[in-house]
């Protein structure tokens, strides 16, 4: 059985979407990621199992990619700058690369420790 979620409530209601949308947007050009090149994913932090195995699972020019973005978006923020207006990641080009395979690796282990976890009946 499922159960509705909130993001499946606001997406399907017109009137929540256009009352949330704007504070999303807001919530997110405030968290500053943006305005130094980086994408939503750039930021997910490193240190679980789950997500060093998705890094090891997306392609090579997107691990480049996302090495240079956070270097870069180093550099920028140690001179206590931003980067121009024009140059700031834009919410077209702010695509999810990584929770697929986050996602995709977090049901693997989920699947795999159920698999453990059974017990073998013999008759």
């Known amino acids: 059985m499922s159960y509705p979620t909130l993001y499946n409530t606001v997406k399907n209601s017109r009137f929540?979407?256009?009352?949330?949308?704007p504070v999303a947007n807001w919530y997110t050009n405030i968290s500053g990621y943006r305005q130094l090149g980086m994408r939503y994913d750039d930021i997910i932090a490193e240190e679980s199992?789950?997500?060093?195995?998705?890094?090891?699972?997306?392609?090579?020019?997107?691990?480049?990619?996302r090495i240079l973005r956070i270097r870069n978006a180093y550099q920028i923020s140690t001179r206590n700058e931003?980067?121009?207006?024009?140059k700031w990641t834009k919410p077209e080009e702010d695509i999810r690369y990584l929770f697929p395979y986050v996602e995709r690796v977090a049901f693997e282990e989920a699947e795999r420790e159920?698999?453990?976890?059974a017990k073998i009946i013999r008759k």
């Open 16 to 21: 929540l979407y256009g009352l949330l949308k």
């Open 49 to 65: 199992t789950t997500v060093q195995t998705a890094l090891e699972r997306i392609p090579q020019n997107e691990y480049d990619q």
């Open 82 to 86: 931003i980067l121009p207006r024009d």
């Open 114 to 117: 159920a698999f453990e976890a």
